[in-house]
């Protein structure tokens, strides 16, 4: 998905997915005396592209980069 965002609204995708990759992980597969779970980084990087995925398809705009040509 080409989509040129700003650093904030990359890093709130990034919380965001990783909150929802997180939890999903939590559900299915509980870490046993762990706290970190490696499946976690997996979904939480899933997560936030399906956050982007979605926003991208209900035409939710973000403020965009200013891209100059040379």
């Known amino acids: 998905m080409h989509v040129h965002i700003t650093i904030f609204w990359t890093i ?3 919380i965001i997915g990783s ?3 997180g939890a999903v992980t939590h ?3 509980r870490p046993t005396n762990e706290r970190y779970h490696p499946a976690g980084l997996i979904f ?3 997560g936030a592209i399906l956050v982007l995925f979605i926003c991208y398809k209900l035409k ?3 403020p965009q980069i200013e891209l100059i040509e040379r």
């Open 19 to 21: 909150i929802i990759g």
């Open 44 to 46: 939480s990087t899933l």
């Open 27 to 29: 559900m299915f597969s």
């Open 60 to 62: 939710i705009h973000f």
């Open 12 to 14: 709130v995708l990034g």
